[in-house]
């Protein structure tokens, strides 16, 4: 019983850190960038962002990243990714984007690489 309990409390505090920002679809980011109302930050390297990234995202790594962001609407969707749904480096770009007053901030949990793998469209610089 008490090894139950122990793994119930592990699997709890997974998902409490897991769900610091909610996740979203790939259709649902794909509906939302079509209708111009969202922000995405891509939060892999240079060289990734470079190579492809989600339309209309913006590198956390480039020198302006907080001058773009602050451009947006304040009550607007953030989406923040990386490269997988076991890349935490996305919290970076989330927590970034909180600190400057957005609310509505979410995850993109299937990364550039999910994005990929569902055939979606990319840029590249």
């Known amino acids: 019983m008490k090894k139950l309990i122990a ?3 592990v699997i709890f505090a997974v998902n409490v850190q897991a769900g610091e920002y909610p996740d979203i679809s790939i259709t649902d980011l794909e509906k939302a960038i079509k209708s111009g109302k969202v922000t995405v930050i891509d939060v892999n390297g240079e060289s990734t962002f470079k190579k492809n990234h989600i339309p209309g995202a913006i590198s956390f790594y480039s020198e302006d990243f907080k001058k773009q962001l602050a451009k947006a609407d304040k009550k607007s969707l953030v989406v923040a990714y990386c490269g ?5 480096a996305y919290k970076k770009g989330a ?6 007053g957005f ?4 995850h993109l949990s ?4 999910g994005w990929l793998k569902a055939g979606k469209k990319v840029e590249k610089n």
Request: hydrophobic letters at 45%; glycine letters at 4%; proline letters at 0%.
């Open 95 to 100: 927590s970034a984007a909180e600190e400057l």
């Open 110 to 113: 299937a990364g550039i690489r």
């Open 84 to 88: 997988n749904s076991f890349c935490t």
């Open 103 to 106: 609310k509505n901030v979410k």
């Open 7 to 9: 793994l119930i409390a």
